[in-house]
Antibody, heavy 117, light 108 residues
Framework: EVQLVESGGGLIQPGGSLRLSCVAS????????MSWVRQALGKGPEWVSF???????YYADSVKGRFTISRDNSKNTIYLQMSSLRAEDTAVYYC???????????WGQGTLVTVSS | SYVLTQPPSVSVAPGQTARITCGGN??????VAWYQQKPGQAPVLVIY???DRPSGIPERISASNSGNTATLTISRVEAGDEADYYC???????????FGGGTRLTVL
C-alpha cells in the first residue's frame, strides 16, 4: 500500500526558509513521478513542483528560483526546500506520487506552512 | 499559460445525474484528471487519462473529453458525493501541471 507522510511545516517569517519532507512507503521514490501541490485556505490546489523518476525537476513560475525539490533514495524521502518565503506561500503542502506525470495518483495528508511576521 | 475553467457550483437532487464541465483550449488533445476533495481532506483522484477510474472508485463516476470541454458525470448522486471537484491537465510544452478552479457539488 502506498503511503506518503509529510512533515516540516510551521510558522515562518517572510524571507525565511523551510524544508518539507515526504516519507514514502510501499514503493521507491525513484520509481515514480513525485510532486508537491499546495492549497491555500479556501482555494483550489496549485501545482508547485515535479521530480521525475529520471531526475529532471520542474517548477511552477510562482516558485521557480526559490524552491528546490530533491530526493534521498536511501531514506525513500523527497524534500521541498523553500527559501525567500512570502505571505502568498502560505498553504497546506501535499506530497504526491504517480506512475505518470499526467496526474497525481496518491496524496499525503499535507503539512501546513504559514508565512507571517 | 493554459487555463482550465469550471463552474463554481453545481446542485443536484439525490438519485439524479450531476455533470461538471472543465473548459480549456483544445482540452480534447490533452489527458484530463479529476479529483474529489471533501472538507479537511486531501484530494482524491477519481478519474485519470480522461476516463479511467482508479481502483475503489465506483462506476457511477465517469468522464469524457472532447474538443474544448471535458465533463465529469456522477450518476445516481448520493449525499456522500457532496464535495469540491477539480479537473487537471499536464501541459507537455512546459512540463507544468494546471488545475481548474474547482466546482462545489451540492446534493439538495
Amino acid at each position: 500500500e502506498v503511503q506518503l507522510v509529510e512533515s516540516g511545516g510551521g510558522l515562518i517569517q517572510p524571507g525565511g526558509s523551510l524544508r518539507l519532507s515526504c516519507v514514502a512507503s510501499g514503493f521507491s521514490v525513484d520509481s515514480k513521478y513525485m510532486s508537491w501541490v499546495r492549497q491555500a485556505l479556501g482555494k483550489g490546489p496549485e501545482w508547485v513542483s515535479f521530480l521525475y523518476s529520471g531526475g529532471a525537476s520542474y517548477y511552477a513560475d510562482s516558485v521557480k528560483g526559490r524552491f528546490t525539490i530533491s530526493r534521498d533514495n536511501s531514506k525513500n524521502t523527497i524534500y521541498l526546500q523553500m527559501s525567500s518565503l512570502r505571505a502568498e506561500d502560505t498553504a497546506v503542502y501535499y506530497c504526491g506520487s504517480s506512475p505518470s506525470q499526467q496526474h497525481v495518483m496518491d496524496w499525503g495528508q499535507g503539512t501546513l506552512v504559514t508565512v507571517s511576521s | 499559460s493554459y487555463v482550465l475553467t469550471q463552474p463554481p457550483s453545481v446542485s443536484v437532487a439525490p438519485g439524479q445525474t450531476a455533470r461538471i464541465t472543465c473548459g480549456g483550449n483544445n482540452i480534447g488533445g490533452k489527458s484530463v484528471a479529476w479529483y474529489q476533495q471533501k472538507p479537511g481532506q486531501a484530494p482524491v483522484l477519481v478519474i485519470y487519462y480522461d476516463s479511467d477510474r482508479p481502483s475503489g472508485i465506483p462506476e457511477r463516476i465517469s468522464a469524457s473529453n472532447s474538443g474544448n470541454t471535458a465533463t465529469l458525470t456522477i450518476s445516481r448522486v448520493e449525499a456522500g458525493d457532496e464535495a469540491d471537484y477539480y479537473c487537471q491537465v499536464w501541459v507537455d510544452t512546459s512540463d507544468h501541471v494546471v488545475f481548474g478552479g474547482g466546482t462545489r457539488l451540492t446534493v439538495l
